[in-house]
């Protein structure tokens, strides 16, 4: 489409100039002779710029810029003013004019003008549908769930992400805690202003600091320039502290004071800044443990740990995986243009029935590598890397196919008992007592069990055998 400008200027002659010459440069042009005439234009069309005179009778340019933002905000006002109304140029700059060229002017000029106003009204829009499809991204659609324990996080999220307090989301890693803290942002009242993510972790101890607060010329070698911390950047917003558990002692105490006082001093300098920071932090240790330990700042924790939230690991919430499952699949056949068909259901027990020790980000990335690899889009049980078809031995409790008539509930737990207890002595070759350690039973109720049940007789065929 075409970029539309609208020319207004009470002086025929020189609303023509303007006219000719950038239908010449290929623009669509539009042209009025005054206000009223180019608040009606701007109605009828879509116009992305207006050069506008500022002295025109009935209707002056400020007044017009104004209305023009009423009535298409998203026209961008460049002012044509004679030398003697410099003042009133910058007045229109505070109305929303992007620019202002005085008469006499060159073409070339006014030219360059536009090509700046329309440029950044591109990159201001880019911005505007950028930020939109971040907080698409980050509503909770998009972090799936619908295990009780994840539904109590989506609530709890909801009902923190617009108070301004700490959180200290906890989970093992590849949970998704970087996703949480995501979604606090994007539905708190910061949204507009920045996340700035920090891997505590990722940073080597001596530049931390300054990464953190920032630091002021020859604050130390090298610093050749002053330099604005991620405090600094996200000021108004959320700074997410990753892996913190991993801060120094000493950076710990300074980022206690930031949290009571909002205060610090950037590296090599003794001037006092303030902050208006919203902190979310994140862990795959025990903090608690690690203050037992005398490796985390008791007090810290207590300031941290205002509002917990923990995500559970994905084999605590395996109901979860078909879910995740079918979210990456499309996701991936999306993203790779790739025609994938819904898992077989061995696929799927399988899958169901591993343990997950990378959690989110080992299903995601297993997904995408299965995708990436099947040449037809179906996926089958050898495609599965080796450790997970042995998982499968194990039906996993929360995946049952139950048959057409139904089922005898009692006797298929019974056989399920059976099976697991068999399998278990098959492993310790026979050895009861730590047989009933690998099920996690004492060993009375084990043997209390197997008599009960006359496995007696089947266990000795086994040994036997
Ligand atoms: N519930 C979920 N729904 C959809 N995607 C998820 C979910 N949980 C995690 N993911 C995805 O899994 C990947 C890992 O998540 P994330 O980076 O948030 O985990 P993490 O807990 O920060 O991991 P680490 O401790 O390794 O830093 C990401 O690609 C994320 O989008
Ligand atoms: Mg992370």
């Known amino acids: 489409m075409a970029t539309t400008i609208l020319v207004v200027d009470d002086e025929r002659e020189s609303a023509q100039m303007l006219s000719r010459f950038f239908e010449a440069s290929g623009y669509e042009v539009l042209s009025a002779s005054e206000g009223v005439e180019a608040l009606r234009l701007a109605k009828e069309n879509r116009v992305d710029l207006m050069i506008t005179d500022l002295k025109m009778p009935r209707m002056d340019g400020i007044t017009l810029l104004k209305e023009m933002q009423t009535v298409s905000p998203q026209t961008v006002g460049i002012v044509v003013t004679g030398f003697a109304t410099v003042d009133t140029a910058v007045e229109a700059m505070k109305v929303g004019a992007f620019d202002y060229v005085s008469k006499p002017f060159q073409l070339e000029e006014i030219r360059l003008a536009v090509q700046r106003a329309l440029d950044h009204r591109r990159l201001k829009e880019e911005n505007v549908s950028l930020k939109q499809q971040l907080r698409k991204k980050y509503r909770f659609e998009n ?4 295990h009780p324990k994840m539904q109590e996080l989506f609530r709890l999220i909801e009902r923190v992400a617009n108070s301004d307090s700490t959180v200290l989301v906890t989970g093992d890693s590849g ?7 995501r979604a606090i942002h994007y539905n ?8 700035v993510p920090v891997n505590c972790g990722a940073i080597p101890e001596n530049l931390l600091e300054s990464e953190l607060f920032g630091y002021v010329k020859g604050a130390f070698t090298g610093a050749t320039a002053t330099r604005e911390g991620r405090f600094e950047t996200a000021n108004g917003g959320t700074i997410f502290l990753d892996e913190i558990g991993e801060m120094s002692m000493n950076l710990q105490v300074k980022l206690l004071r930031v949290i009571q006082e909002s205060e610090f001093e950037p590296v090599g300098s003794s001037k006092t800044r303030r902050v208006d920071v919203r902190i979310i932090a994140a862990t795959n240790i025990n ?11 008791e007090d810290l924790f207590y300031r941290l740990n ?3 939230l923990h995500i559970p690991p994905l084999r605590e919430r395996r109901s979860d995986i078909p879910l995740l499952v079918n979210h990456f699949l499309s996701h991936f056949r999306e993203e790779k243009n790739r025609d994938v068909q819904p898992l077989d259901d061995d696929v799927m027990a399988a ?3 591993y343990d997950w020790p990378g959690n989110v980000r080992e299903l995601e990335n297993l997904i995408e590598r299965m995708v990436i690899l099947s040449d ?3 996926i089958r049980m050898n495609d599965l890397p080796e450790k997970l078809r042995e998982a499968q031995g194990i039906p996993a409790p929360t995946h049952v196919v139950i048959p057409e008539g139904g089922l005898e509930f009692n006797k298929v737990i019974g056989d399920y008992e059976d099976r697991l207890i068999l399998s278990a002595l098959e492993r310790t070759k026979g050895n009861k007592n730590l047989a009933a350690k690998l099920l996690n039973l004492k060993r009375t109720t084990l043997v209390e069990k197997i008599k009960k049940k006359g496995l007696d007789e089947v266990i000795a065929e086994k040994m036997a055998g």
Do not use: C, W
């Open 143 to 146: 972090i799936v769930g619908d």
């Open 175 to 181: 949970t998704g805690k970087e996703l949480v803290a």
């Open 188 to 195: 708190s009242n910061r949204r507009e202003k920045y996340l």
């Open 287 to 297: 903090l608690e443990q690690a203050v037992k330990e005398r490796q985390f700042r």
């Open 306 to 308: 205002v509002i917990p």
């Open 351 to 353: 899958l169901m029935a």
């Open 376 to 378: 037809d889009g179906h």
